[in-house]
């Protein structure tokens, strides 16, 4: 007899032993009082991490990025930095020094006036927090960190700006922590990956794509109507007949998602854009547009495009299904990565 069918006859065994039980314990109700049964005590929910190694942990991020910062050692952020964060600091420092200021870096301070802490007890797992207001910007940030297995440090993996005005989604307690939501989850208006890949159409081509009635509008859409009308007025002050695009993907990064108190989910997530700017009109020549740009450009000839890729982060909340209300932008990042003459 294989070991499935022996193990299958033994579960048939064992409940027959308890329907005769039942039975017999049904023959003596007449005789014997029913002894209450004790209620099972439902299960305490609670972080993995608590509130005291989480400030340890942003402690010693903290740490690498105000060292790398002062030293421009970029190399050391490894150790502290993965994913889009490493690689948008490396490009800030580069830009950094290239302008010989410090305006290009996000101030990166690990005060938080809250943290939303993981649940889920398998690996990765994330945690968020929200800094309190830093001097030199306008909002505060959203950081997410990562530990990718149980062997590997928690790294900061990527932040966003908030919006200005812009009202947080509730989270459980920060001891009772809240649980991951999984890339393909259903239980949300949209899953956090078709999220993404329909605010990147809303992104490239706003109104026009058939996902726009699923967004509120946001700062970041207004931001490209806005600069992009600004380039192109510029460049048809000289008659040049100017043209502005962008166009948005996201990237292979996982999509970093967690529980809202309500059932929906804050999603945070990588994606790269590109901004062409075009002087259309024969003989005319542009360059790049702002100091950080031009900082990237080195010695590159003038044409008549001038192409700037961006690594993007973006978070939103993504209402829970069923909901009449719209995903919104809640904050983002957007810093320039390399600029070309097309």
Partial sequence: MSRTTSRTHKVRTRSAAVVATLAVAGLLTGCAEELPTPKPEAPVAAAVVTQAQEREILDKVAGVVEKVTKSSQAEDLAGRLSGPALDIRETQLKVAAARKDQEPLTDLSMQMQQVILPSDQEWPRNSFAITVQPKDLTTPVLMTFEQASARDQYKLWGWVRLLPGVTMPRFAEADLGSAA????DESLKTTPTDAI????????????????GNFADDDLRQFFRDYGKLQVDAINKEECKGAFEVAYEPTKDPVKSVRTADGGALVMAAMISKETITAKEEGCEIGPPTKTTQALWG????????EVNYQDMV????PPKGSDDQISL?????????VSNG
């Fill in 197 to 212: 890949k329909q605010y990147a159409s809303v992104l490239t081509v706003d109104k026009d794509s058939k996902y726009a």
């Fill in 330 to 338: 809640v904050g983002y990042e957007h810093v320039p990565m390399s």
């Fill in 299 to 306: 010695d590159a000839d003038v044409t008549n495009v001038v």
């Fill in 315 to 318: 978070a939103m909340y993504v």
């Fill in 181 to 184: 939501v999984a890339a393909d």
